[in-house]
T-cell receptor, first 117, second 113 residues
């Protein structure tokens, strides 16, 4: 898992706090992703960045704000979250079209376990 | 839209026995299918994928998966389960309309000694 790192691994925050999650990939990939993993639910794709441009926002509430300053780093800025936002947030990276085909697997970080009080 | 379904929340097997974790898919066009495993407190790890060619795909840690077009299935298998195989397993399909990966809800595999 040294290919994709995430910090912090655990985060507890109040509903009025502002915090950020960080992801870094050392694999030379050109696409990065944020997923939300809740118990007994499929992984929810939140944001996709390809070649440092956001290509998808799956109707994610504005209290989640992504930032991709370069192809190796991805942030998720959090503010005024709700208790139902408590989950494991996973970052992933891959090679993405048009530089490669559609069959490349994604590489995941270990996740940030977020608890909103 | 492309999707996968994992019909079992939980699979229990005894160590040494064969295991199967089921996945069915729904796609328009050629399917690109993947299996991932998630160990406790870890991210997802890629196991194997089907793109084209042989219906039996071999992957990491002795796992393999069988692609069956007529049954639209892509079941994960291993001839002899280990206790260390206990984890959460996810099936996924590439959605060709936007290149997103669509994951199933996951199946928790427990291998008992």
């Amino acid at each position: 898992e040294t290919g994709v790192t995430q910090t912090p691994r655990h985060l507890v925050m109040g509903m009025t706090n502002k915090k950020s999650l960080k992801c870094e990939q050392h694999l030379g990939h050109n696409a990065m992703y944020w997923y939300k993993q809740s118990a007994k639910k499929p992984l929810e794709l939140m944001f996709v960045y390809s070649l440092e441009e956001r290509v998808e926002n799956n109707s994610v509430p504005s209290r989640f704000s992504p930032e991709c300053p370069n192809s190796s780093h991805l942030f998720l800025h959090l503010h005024t979250l709700q208790p139902e936002d408590s989950a494991l947030y996973l970052c992933a990276s891959s090679q993405a079209p048009p530089t490669s085909g559609p069959y490349n697997e994604q590489f995941f970080g270990p996740g940030t376990r977020l608890t909103v009080l | 839209a492309q999707s996968v379904a994992q019909p079992e929340d939980q699979v229990n097997v005894a160590e040494g026995n064969p295991l199967t974790v089921k996945c069915t898919y729904s796609v328009s066009g050629n399917p690109y299918l993947f299996w991932y495993v998630q160990y406790p407190n870890r991210g997802l790890q890629f196991l194997l994928k089907y793109i084209t060619g042989d219906n039996l795909v071999k992957g990491s840690y002795g796992f393999e998966a069988e692609f069956n077009k007529s049954q639209t299935s892509f079941h994960l298998k291993k001839p002899s389960a280990l206790v260390s195989d206990s984890a959460l397993y996810f099936c996924a399909v590439r959605d060709m309309s936007n290149n997103d990966m669509r994951f199933g809800a996951g199946t928790r595999l427990t291998v008992k000694p």
